[in-house]
């Protein structure tokens, strides 16, 4: 059985790569940014006005001049107008282009305008003053957003002030999602005294939108001639197939031996972890397979361990592992990593990861009072309390 870290550098290393789409920049939140965005002019395009008020030039004013004659209003949006006489100013609204032949801006609050005679009513005035200088924030052809950047609401703005109403982002793959097994119905159905209602599809599409990646859901039965031929399909149809339950050793665990039939290479099966030990992954040219163990706790992690590394890879972005701090001594005797329930809490700025009690990784409720898993590594079996590890939250983003 191989090891977590062997599982991860396998699965690693198949990532593939999707491809560019260009979508509606408005559309883009969450996606990955597959072009240079630069500036397309100058930032701020022009002198820009930035307090309300009058705009004069600064010899007049070094030369002791304090009372202007108003000749005329600059207002944001309108066309650059020009000072025809120094002795005087125009009043100046936020915004607006400073006006020809100004060059300082005195705000309203220190000034009076009386009869069409704006009097300044300060000393401390510098040159230059209450004006954004074009340019002064970035230059045009600056790169301002680096290719690879996860678009937020900040980058939004910026590709709204350069014109990018459509934006270059990475495709994200077609995944189709299925569950496995005889006692499983629907969420609106009333199982029986032997039946369960799914659940495991339903978390897996969730997480998967928290990676902005839609996907669709099947359900098929213990029955192989059905999975062979529904997967069958699927491995022609979609980049990754995402599986939950049929992994293990059951009678009725079809899928290690249909993917064999259909031609899908086992890179490996079973991790020495716990939960999530009977994890199998593979590959044709076309598809990747994710099988994961059917107790929902199982499925959870794997996605979280593996699937997500493997498309932010894909996707060209790098995300930073985090660690915690125990807050309980552990003990766990088996030779596997132990991914552990944890709530997490920060204490004068370090997160601690408190060890919840559960029932292994059928205890679907326990996801519930958890935030993350603590990873014990397999190298011993005592932890300690104040020890450093490595988290997996699944509430933040
Ligand atoms: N003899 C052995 N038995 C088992 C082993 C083993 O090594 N030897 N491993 C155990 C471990 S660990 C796990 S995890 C499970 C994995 O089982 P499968 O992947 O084969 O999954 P199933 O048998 O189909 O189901 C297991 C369990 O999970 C529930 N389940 C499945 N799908 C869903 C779903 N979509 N939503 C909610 N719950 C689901 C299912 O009802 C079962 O209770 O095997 C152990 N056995
Ligand atoms: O992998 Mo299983 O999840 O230990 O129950
Ligand atoms: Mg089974």
New binding site residues.
Partial sequence: MISVKEAKNIVLNSVQEFGVEEIPFLKSVGRILKEEITADRDFPPFNRVSMDGIAIDYTAFKNGQRAFKVEGIQAAGSQQISLYNSANCIEVMTGAILPKNTNTVIRYEDVSIKNGIATISINAITEAQNIHAKGKDGKVGDVLIKQNTKISAAEIGVLATVGKSFVKVAKQPKVMIVSTGDELVGVDEIPLEHQIRRSNVFTLVSLLERLHISSETAHITDDKPILKSKIERFLQEYDVLLFSGAVSKGKFDFLPEVFDKLGVKKLFHKVAQ?????FWFGENESCKVFAF?G?P??TFVNCLEYFYPWYYKSVGIKVEEETAILNADVSFKPNLTYFLQVKLSSRFGHLIATPISGN??GDLASLVKADAFIQLPNDKADFKKGEVFKIIPYRSF
């Avoid at 716990?274 to 009977?278: A, E, S």
């Fill in positions: 716990r939960p999530g030990k009977p163990p107790n706790i199982s292994g990784s």
